[in-house]
């Protein structure tokens, strides 16, 4: 899994959406000419219904309510065909944004409320998932935002990333997805390509 990190301190979202992210709390990366060309609405609390849409270390997972399946959304997808999917399955704006400035090359973003879709020529390349937010979102095994660290280190095995300068990382080469921990539970997952300033 391509994990593109660049040195600094300057921060994705703080550009794309005015807002100063907490010390240390990664997002991915912007410059700082970006503005939003939509006003990204509020995700709407967790229902008693089943989740439409999965996070997973390949992409992502589309829920199908007719059996249950969740067939993978994999990286490589074009970007049309996921932003309609992931906007009608959390029923947010998008919000666009690009960065010239990332180590694997330029990115172009699409968040939805607190899930950013990251896209190179195109096509799907990985997200990131901001806890600041509450969302419903979550993998197949469950892991989400919230979850424990004894969770994340009995179904994720992953290992934790003792020279981070971004916080109380960890990642699951097995699994491809990566996170933070904050007061012991996960404040924020990614996969795929990123561009975090460290």
Known sequence: MVRAILAGAVLLLAACSGEVPAPQEPVPATSATETPR?????????SSEAAQL??????????????GGTPLVAWGTPRATVDQMVGAALGVAVDKSLSQECGAGPLEFSRFGPLTLNYMDGRLVGWYLDGRSKTPLATVSGIGIGSTRAQ??????????????????????????GGFFEDGKVASLYAGTTCFFR
Do not use: C, H, W
């Open 38 to 46: 939509n006003e990204a609405a509020p995700i709407a609390a967790r």
């Open 54 to 67: 999965l996070i997973d270390g390949e992409g992502l997972r589309q829920v199908d309510p007719s059996n």
């Open 152 to 177: 994340v280190m009995d179904v994720l095995k992953p290992q934790l990333i003792e020279d981070s300068t971004l916080g109380d990382e960890f990642y699951s080469d097995g699994e491809g997805l």
